[in-house]
């Protein structure tokens, strides 16, 4: 089944955003951090949804600081966390989770940029944030637990 539908979050997918965030990434997060992002942007924490199973989702938060993408100060979209299930991936459902987010981002909380962490040896997920126009704006190094770099990638709202 690789049909899917991207929808927002609700309590009762939290034991499989869980679950997935924990076997498809190294940062994990206990579960008052996810609610505390559905209490909060509750409009830009997304899941997908294929055959009455979630196999994707996407958490985002909304600061205030100095913009990446233009001068001066304003609000942040800033993407804490994003993954698919093994199965699901390489059919657009990462894209999709992205572009939904963004929208969600700028038209419920007036975001002026996006931005996000990635790791330098994370490939897929660059190729997929290069391809929705983020561009990398520094390098965090030793951002992660193990040591390893992170790319800081932002790009303009909307
Ligand atoms: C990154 C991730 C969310 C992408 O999800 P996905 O559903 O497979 O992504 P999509 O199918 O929408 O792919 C969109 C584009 O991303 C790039 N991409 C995705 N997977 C890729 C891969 N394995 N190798 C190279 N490029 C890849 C491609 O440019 C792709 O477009 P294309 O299929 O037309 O070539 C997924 O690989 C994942 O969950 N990874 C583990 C968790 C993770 O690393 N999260 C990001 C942390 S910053």
Redesign the pocket.
Known sequence: MSEYIIREFTPEDLDAVIRINRE??P?NYPPFFFKLHYENFPKAFLV?ESGGRVV?YIMCRVETGKLYTMPGVGKQGH?I??????E???????????VNAMKALYEHYGVNEYY????VS??????????LGFKPVKTLKGYYLDGEDAYLMAKPAP
């Open positions: 498809n990434l940062e997908a994707g993407i966390s994003i993954a698919v299930v093994p699901m991936r390489r059919k657009g459902v990462g894209r999709s989770l992205m996000l962490e990635v790791r994370n490939t897929p997920a660059i190729n997929l944030y290069t391809k």
